[in-house]
């Protein structure tokens, strides 16, 4: 069956979706029109975009769009670091209609002209180090590429382009020849919510790109679910930091599109995000909400914190039970003004919080909470607020979504996680093979994740099944489940479990800035490992065991989420 014989909605038995599912534009043009003085996006330690300026730049690129010739469904490649005027690109190519491409800034240039030229992009706006690499010659449909930080042309291969961007200020005056007001802010209303917004290209583990086409009633659908979770706890105006990137369905969704829906302030983090310089921001923003990856905080929390509240006076302090209430509601305070002293909740995603970080917050009774998503479903499946975070879960169901475990007992024994609903993406862009092989006939979308879920609907990850090993009697091993023991361990930074043979071996980075304070060599290093190793078997089953700790002299390479690109060390030994 082809996707395109049969709409979504008939695959998930729905007769007739009201159009409201599709009219994401509609609450960026209210929020607009709405929070018309108030300070909407500020590129960190630099200049802020109130609404009414975001609307005004957001009307000279539709002018720009429409007297070069730029068609509603065409398709418009972002590719730039998070800033207020990558926002306004994106915006601007949704409220006009067309089809947003965002790719990641930091893919290699070959990845970005693949990608490019995959998804039909007429128009590229680049940031200022992709502009340096880039080469236009590999792109030869493009009609332009914008520059981000002024809209100039970097280059044009139009006429009517060209014309159009120097003189646009004069068309913008004579279309507005007194001034510019909310009242003139009108926005493309998509009628169906099958009409494709955006095409995401995945970055995965594996290294091959699929173009994930998320129709209007997506971005829809993720806004209502999320705007009914956050908006009773952040005040009208809140301040948010945008740390992940906006290129990422994860980030652009929950640090950018809900909270520019509900009329907040977000900041961003132009430059390349350490732990140092997002802890700054923290205290120098305090937003009301935190959207991270695990990696981020799980760094905060062992730099900043686990060196103060792992003392033995401490510890001590914390078993006493008089003192011990006093001194986790201290320590609550102070880990919460770590993080800005504002924040109703921490929320992560994009993989699963270190069960030892996990357990220390929730021992302070600190607002933590687990949520997970893919690209193909933009990105909701499951997330609870911290107030029904259940420790080692991912949430429940998100609204407009089901979810299963294919498995004969889900609650108990692994299976693949499958989900349906107003959330699951069209399909894969040009590519009917993967569609078929993610989306099945009646509508689930195969997540590729193994998981579990308890009688309540709180749902348990264990592990990607491509990343699951065989023991060599036939048992599942989840190396993630081994890594996230190894990660809590002396020296660790980070590690990966591989399968050589019939043997397990652990790569570790080691914490060189601790190793250094610590005057430890590498022969040090290698007898901790071995100290860990033996420590970490005794903790598991036999078919589980480490048969050695291999130590890396580099981080491993990530994808934009931080996820470990597992494929490039398969054969490292």
Known sequence: MCIDDITFAQKLGICAMETTTAEFNKYVEESIVNNWEKDALTDYKGATLQYHDVARKIEKLHILFENSGVKRGDKIALCGRNSACWGVAFLATLTYGAVAV???????AEQIHNIVNHSDAKLLFVGDVVATTVNVDEMPHLEGVIYIPDYSLVLSRSEKLTYAREHLNEMFGHKYPKYFRKEHVHYYISQDPEEIAMINYTSGTTGFSKGVMLPYRVFWSNLMYLRRMFMPHMPEGSNVLSILPMAH???????FLVEFSMGNHIFFLT?????TLIQQAFHDVKPAIIVSVPLVIEKIIRKSVFPMVQTNKMKLLMNMPVISKKTRERMHEWVKDIFGGNAYEILVGGAGLNPEIEEFFRSIDFPITVGYGTTETGPMIT????????????????DNMEMKVLSNDPENIPGEVLTRGLNVMTGYYKNPEATHAA??????????????????????LRGRIKNMLLGSNGQNIYPEEIENKLNSMAMVNESLIIQHG??????????????????????????????NRIALNAELPAFC???EIRLQNEEFEKTPKKSIKRYLYQTTI
């Not at 965002?102 to 290699?108: D, L, T, V, Y």
């Not at 997330?383 to 998100?398: F, L, Q």
Request: aromatic residues 10%.
């Open 383 to 398: 997330y609870s607020d911290y107030h029904d975070a259940v420790s080692g879960s991912c949430g429940t169901c998100a």
């Open 271 to 275: 430059r390349l995000p350490s732990p």
């Open 249 to 255: 369905m994860y980030g652009l969704m929950c640090e």
């Open 439 to 460: 989306l099945d006939d009646d509508g689930w979308f195969h997540t590729g994740d193994l998981g579990t879920i308890s009688a309540d609907g709180h749902l348990f």
């Open 545 to 547: 065991r480490l048969s």
């Open 502 to 531: 019939d043997k397990l071996v652990g790569l570790v980075y080691p914490d060189k800035d601790e190793a250094s304070h610590m005057g430890f060599s590498d022969n040090d290093l290698i007898d901790i490992m071995e100290q």
């Open 102 to 108: 965002p790719i990641q800034h930091e893919f290699k």
